[in-house]
């Protein structure tokens, strides 16, 4: 008799069981969610960092018209240049329109579809560097938004001075 109580209190009970599975449930639940709050960091990253990419190379493009014409006014025969797309400060603003990969769509008023980052380009004219050459500095800022999520746009600001003819 007392060899058949002792065979039956080995082991784990079915409640034992229970409580292990539901916590192992809940520990399990509780790393789902840690994953998926990692993947939607990263994504926020990356489109921050593409954000900032296509603002830099707008302020670079804005710079490459600076030393071109600075150039060439200090040139002996000046040649004539394009008008500057980002170094006007008469033209107001230039809106344009970026995918998500960076690479541009348009620009103008209408946004095409697939637009992901709107880059709106300001330059206002600065101080006179040289009277004699009639140069000046221009201050380029380029404000990139795009949305986080469907209620909440981000943006992200950049701003550079070049000094141009």
Same mark, same amino acid.
């Given at each position: 008799?007392?060899?058949?109580?002792?065979?039956?209190?080995?082991?784990?009970?079915?409640?034992?069981?229970?409580?292990?599975?539901?916590?192992?449930?809940?520990?399990?639940?509780?790393?789902?969610?840690?994953?998926?709050?990692?993947?939607?960091?990263?994504?926020?990253?990356?489109?921050?960092?593409?954000?900032?990419?296509? +603002?830099?190379?707008?302020? =670079?493009?804005?710079?490459?018209?600076?030393?071109?014409?600075?150039?060439?006014?200090?040139?002996?025969?000046?040649?004539?240049?394009? /008008?500057?797309?980002?170094?006007?400060? /008469?033209?107001?603003?230039?809106?344009?329109?970026?995918?998500?990969?960076?690479?541009?769509? +348009?620009?103008?008023?209408?946004?095409?579809? +697939?637009?992901?980052?709107?880059?709106?380009?300001?330059?206002?004219?600065?101080?006179?560097?040289?009277?004699?050459? +009639?140069?000046?500095?221009?201050?380029? %800022?380029?404000?990139?938004?795009?949305? =986080? /999520?469907?209620?909440?746009?981000?943006?992200?600001?950049?701003? %550079?001075?070049?000094?141009?003819?």
């Amino acid at each position: 008799m007392i060899s058949a109580f002792k065979a039956r209190q080995r082991g784990f009970t079915m409640i034992e069981m229970l409580f292990t599975a539901f916590i192992l449930a809940i520990g399990i639940l509780g790393l789902g969610a840690l994953q998926v709050m990692a993947l939607k960091t990263n994504a926020n990253g990356r489109t921050f960092e593409t954000a900032i990419a296509v +603002g830099n190379r707008i302020l =670079d493009a804005a710079a490459n018209e600076s030393r071109v014409s600075w150039n060439n006014m200090l040139a002996t025969t000046p040649a004539t240049l394009p /008008a500057a797309v980002y170094l006007n400060p /008469a033209a107001g603003t230039t809106t344009e329109y970026y995918d998500f990969a960076g690479t541009l769509l +348009g620009s103008g008023a209408a946004a095409p579809a +697939g637009t992901i980052f709107t880059a709106v380009t300001t330059s206002t004219a600065g101080l006179a560097v040289s009277a004699a050459q +009639g140069g000046r500095t221009t201050i380029v %800022r380029v404000v990139v938004s795009f949305n =986080d /999520a469907p209620t909440h746009v981000r943006t992200v600001t950049l701003q %550079r001075s070049l000094k141009s003819a």
